[in-house]
């Protein structure tokens, strides 16, 4: 199961589109496990990033900012994995 596991997490990660999956998957999921992982897994996609998916993705952390971060408490590792998200934009 684990091998399974890693398998399709590096799989994901090769993906082209690994930010948009990442991201949404962040945003949509409850589960800190998750959570962290999509945004563990997102700077490492940041230097193959085209502009327009570098501002794409700006554009969607900056909205969860004002609109989820303002008015919900995320864990600690969740805001600290946001915040090196967004300093390598």
Known sequence: VREQATAYC???????DCYRF???Q???RDCLEV??????????TLPTLSVE?????????LE???????QTQEDVMV???????????
């Open 26 to 28: 962040f945003s949509r």
């Open 64 to 70: 969860w900012l004002r609109e989820v971060a303002a």
């Open 10 to 16: 590096d799989a994901v990660k090769s993906r082209p």
């Open 35 to 44: 959570k962290f992982w999509c945004l563990q897994a997102l700077p490492a």
């Open 79 to 89: 805001r600290n994995k946001i915040a090196l998200v967004y300093v390598g934009l």
């Open 53 to 61: 998916g570098r501002a794409e993705l700006r554009t969607r952390v």
């Open 22 to 24: 990442c991201w949404e």
